[in-house]
């Protein structure tokens, strides 16, 4: 698992560290999900740090097959490139 640095923030783009790993629609890991992310795949970052109720989150833009989707990924997620 991969913990945020300094560098991340909103706007940066990050690298998704894991396979199976996914956006939520809220923060929280029971939210639905609205995106897969492929393992070393990358999110945009679009906004500030969120603590959901299991932890902190990253709102994040995902790029899929059909458009850009908004979601969650919890901080332990992302790493920058």
């Keep these: 698992v991969w913990h945020a640095g300094e560098s991340i923030g909103p706007g940066a783009t990050v ?45 994040v833009t995902v790029e899929t097959a059909t458009g850009a989707v908004s979601g969650y990924v919890p901080e332990s997620w992302v790493q920058a490139p």
């Design 15 to 59: 690298q998704i560290a894991g396979a199976g790993l996914v956006a939520r629609a809220a923060p929280e890991s029971e939210s639905a999900i609205v995106a897969n992310l492929p393992d070393g795949g990358t999110v945009q970052i679009t906004g500030e740090l969120v603590q959901g109720a299991d932890g902190e989150w990253w709102p």
